[in-house]
């Protein structure tokens, strides 16, 4: 009886180990997840704040201002096998005001303001004509540093990088289009000026333009308009 009685008591403790033994790692396991999900969160929350105050210092340093600033951009044509170079100054006015002077490798200047576009290629006597939102359409050519408040709208938006001094974003259009398919913009930590733009298409080809001589002031009417002088071609874009 006394065997029994042992034999039964061993059995018992032997289950409610084991029983201990599982509770105790399903309770590590459940915290473990918990302080997982908890990290997760904290870090989605994290990064969500660091994109806003970026989003926020970029919009606070460019909108609704006039800025100038050089330029220096280079286009990869991928099907060709080209890369063309070219630079320039060029003014910006909210909303959708720009004037782009090239001085190398050709003059001309593009120039819009926000309804009308002009191409003027003054050593071929020639101009274009035609609609900016046609040409500048989803922010192509930088035009979204005409009017910052379409980032947020027309894109969405990842922090790539951040390290002392730049940061790196991605910009995925959110209506899909052949003429962009991406942007990555690289922002001046400190003051959150735009140093770089890269744009690319969906063949693959690529335009950079590397901003310097950044200068917040005000600027002509003059510069965002544009009479067509006499005795020159003029071209009409549909």
Request: charged fraction near 25%.
């Amino acid at each position: 009886m006394n065997t029994c009685i042992k034999t039964d008591v061993k059995f018992s403790s032997i289950v409610s180990i084991a029983v201990a033994k599982t509770a105790v790692v399903l309770i590590t396991l459940f915290m473990a997840m918990f302080v997982a999900n908890i990290g997760a969160v904290y870090a989605a929350d994290s990064s969500d704040s660091e994109k806003e105050r970026i989003l926020t210092g970029i919009e606070q340093r460019y909108a609704g201002k006039e800025f100038s600033a050089s330029y220096e951009q280079t286009s990869i044509l991928k099907a060709l096998e080209v890369n063309e170079t070219a630079s320039g100054r060029v003014f910006f006015r909210h909303p959708g005001k720009m004037r782009w002077e090239y001085s190398e490798p050709e003059v001309h200047q593009i120039i819009t303001d926000g309804i009308n576009l002009w191409i003027y290629k003054p050593d071929e006597k020639q101009v274009t004509k035609g609609s900016a939102a046609q040409f500048f359409k989803e922010g192509a050519g930088g035009a979204f540093l005409s009017d910052i408040s379409t980032v947020r709208k027309n894109y969405n938006i990842t922090i790539n990088s951040s390290d002392t001094s730049i940061i790196e974003m991605n910009l995925i259009p959110k209506k899909k289009n052949q003429d962009i398919s991406s942007i990555t913009m690289t922002v001046a930590k400190n003051n959150y000026d735009i140093k770089k733009v890269v744009t690319f298409n969906g063949y693959g080809d690529a335009t950079e333009l590397l901003f310097s001589n950044i200068n917040f002031t005000d600027l002509d009417d003059s510069l965002f308009e544009f009479s067509i002088p006499d005795g020159v071609d003029i071209i009409y874009m549909d």
